[in-house]
């Protein structure tokens, strides 16, 4: 109800607190890149993507049906 009275989405704090914990693990594997200068690049990337559309499809629950 209150979704439709915003005429958005709302998230609840599990949400909130999975997509904070996702980000901070993103930040860690961008900073573990950043100290291997670039060795392993390929799989710091493929981590970073799949931790980006994790936190899209808690953004966006429909996202997930790709």
Do not use: W
């Amino acid at each position: 109800m209150l979704a439709c009275a915003l005429g958005r989405q709302t998230r609840s704090k599990v949400d909130e607190h999975v997509i904070n914990e996702l980000r901070r693990l993103g930040g860690l594997q961008k900073h573990l890149f950043n100290q291997g200068g670039g060795v392993l690049s390929k799989e710091y990337s493929q981590v970073l993507v799949e931790i980006t559309k994790a936190i899209g499809r808690i953004v966006r629950p429909d996202a997930g049906a790709e």
